[in-house]
């Protein structure tokens, strides 16, 4: 069953929020929650671990359904994991992450069919295109058709570019040419007719990266591929000044006639290895406090740094919420965040909205409270 979402029941008279019946006024009242504040904008997702599927923190699982109406799996239905074999798949946990989303009345994205990273081994020996093609198509079968009707959206072809706007030299481009990208969108929408068909990539916001993002989208547009929406992941750093980007892609893949989602959102507060100017290329990061330098606490500060962001990037999503179908969390508290391990390991970082005690934090606040004052 394909999720269905409740109409608006709030109207704003001058600017004066007014509700017309009893029972959106009360959900009016305890609405300090993403899913309500944006519920007639767009949805709000968040990536989950095997933690989260498996409900082992019942501090976590509150959060999450009180939270987010979508949701997508971080690694779990990566080729890697659910088809480490050629002849064998494993569906444990993605029947549970489905379930879940299910029974939680949430929409549910997969994540993703075909992506040149965490590919099993057997694929990265594949040396024809013969073989790789017939990967492809049995994988996509098999994995999109088990959750066809049950998942709302795929992540079909996941940063299939370079920044410069060319294509990838994956294996499977080297294989099989640009094609595979048309053929897994074919595949997907054959497989699952009714689920939304998105690209899904980084840096696509920036202006040559996006310029083959949308050549791409134009090509399988006019090839008859079906494609609804492209997804703009959103990893992003406190210092990135790229509104202005991220504004104007948001405008241009929306001329092409598909939805805009930011997949993957995130804003590290540490500094990246590329920040450093002049960095000794061979240096070693690890242990080293300069890179980490928040490890008991954020400064308030940086706090509020952090919540600049996320304030000014969500009234611009406000601004063009005709466009935006989803904005998913890559990740549900800082302490669950992959930034805490890339690009150095075992570091302290504070991307989310919610601290490691599953508490709100002030870009929380600062985001809510751009409903309350629109
Ligand atoms: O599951 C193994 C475990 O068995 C092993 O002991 C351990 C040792 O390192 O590794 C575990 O696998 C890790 C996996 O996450 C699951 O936790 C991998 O090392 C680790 O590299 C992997 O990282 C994931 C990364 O994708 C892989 O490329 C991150 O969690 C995940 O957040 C990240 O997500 C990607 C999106 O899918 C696509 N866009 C970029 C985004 C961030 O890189």
């Known amino acids: 069953m394909h999720v269905k979402y409740t109409p608006k029941t709030w109207i704003k008279i001058a600017g004066i929020a007014i509700c017309f019946s009893q029972s959106s006024c009360v959900q009016k009242a305890e609405s300090s929650s993403l899913k309500n504040a944006f519920q007639n904008d767009f949805l709000i997702g ?3 671990g095997t933690e989260h599927i498996l409900e082992k923190n019942q501090k976590a699982d509150a959060l ?4 987010f109406n979508s949701i997508t799996p971080e690694n779990i239905m990566k080729a890697e994991v659910i088809h480490p074999e050629a002849n064998k798949y494993d569906f444990n946990l993605s029947d549970k992450f489905v ?19 965490q590919l099993p081994a057997f694929v990265n020996k594949i040396s024809t295109a013969d073989s790789l093609r017939m990967f492809m198509k049995e994988h996509i079968n098999t994995v999109a058709g088990r959750y066809s009707g049950k998942l709302n959206s795929w992540d079909v072809v996941n940063e299939a570019l370079n920044e410069d706007g060319t294509l990838r030299e994956s294996l499977f481009y080297k294989l099989l040419g640009e094609n595979y990208i048309k053929e897994a ?3 997907a ?9 998105y690209y899904n990539d980084y840096n696509i916001e920036q202006p040559a990266k996006r310029k083959g993002a949308i050549a791409l989208i134009k090509k399988l547009q006019a090839s008859g591929t079906k494609i609804d929406g492209v997804g703009i992941q959103g990893h992003w750093s406190i210092n990135d000044n790229n509104l ?15 939805k805009v989602a930011f997949t993957e959102l995130d804003y590290t507060v540490l500094p990246n290895p590329w920040d450093l100017k002049g960095a000794e290329v061979n240096q070693n990061f690890e242990g080293n ?3 980490n330098m928040y490890t008991e606490s954020l400064p308030d500060s940086v706090q509020n740094q952090l919540a600049k962001r996320y304030e000014d990037l969500f009234r611009l999503f406000l601004k063009h919420k005709d466009k935006i179908s989803r904005i998913t969390f890559w990740g549900v508290n800082d302490g669950h965040s992959w930034l805490n391990g890339w690009p150095i390991k075992n570091r302290t970082n504070y991307p989310l909205f919610f601290d490691r005690a599953y508490q709100p934090k002030k870009a929380y606040d600062a985001v809510l409270n751009l409903k309350s004052t629109n």
Do not use: C
Request: no cysteine; aromatic share 8%.
């Open 289 to 291: 406090p300069a890179m």
């Open 64 to 67: 999450i359904k009180r939270e």
């Open 244 to 258: 202005k980007e991220v504004e104007d892609a948001i405008v241009e893949f929306s001329a092409l006639g598909i």
């Open 189 to 197: 929408a054959k497989a699952d007719p009714q689920a939304a068909l």
């Open 185 to 187: 969108f074919d595949l």
């Open 99 to 117: 379930a879940y989303g299910q029974k939680n009345n949430m929409y549910v994205v997969g994540h993703t069919l075909i992506w040149h990273s």
């Open 46 to 48: 968040a990536a989950l």
